[in-house]
């Protein structure tokens, strides 16, 4: 059974960072889908930065330029440097897998206030 767990949200300011992180445990593929999405109060899920593990990246308009996704050395890892973050960047961020199924981790919440 596969699991993904999230971690590294917070509360900041706008204009800091922060910086997601995800891991996967079970059975994985080696070709395989992670991603980054998030639902913001009232509003629907929606994908924000999508990496494969044969080595591209897609990314939301309102993340290009200053998200970054990026797989770790193990399997199954997957991370979301965000800068320059805004008010509108607040939701709960979930991680994604797409392998021989579709997982989703448990959601880290991320505020951006002043």
């Known amino acids: 059974q596969v699991q993904l767990v999230a971690s590294g949200g917070g509360l900041v300011q706008p204009v800091d960072s922060l910086r997601l992180s995800c891991a996967a445990s079970?059975?994985?593929?080696?070709?395989?889908?992670m991603g980054w999405y998030r639902q913001a109060p009232g509003k629907q899920r929606e994908p924000v930065a999508i990496?494969?593990?044969?080595?591209?990246?897609t990314y939301a308009d309102s993340a290009m330029g200053r998200f970054t996704i990026s797989r770790g050395n193990a399997m199954g890892t997957v991370y979301l440097q965000m800068n320059s973050l805004k008010p509108e960047d607040t939701a709960v961020y979930f991680c994604?897998?797409?392998?021989?199924?579709?997982?989703w981790g448990q959601g880290t919440q991320v505020t951006v206030s002043s």
């Open positions: 990496s494969t593990s044969g080595g591209s990246t």
């Open positions: 994604y897998l797409r392998t021989a199924g579709e997982y």
């Open positions: 079970g059975s994985i593929s080696g070709i395989n889908v």
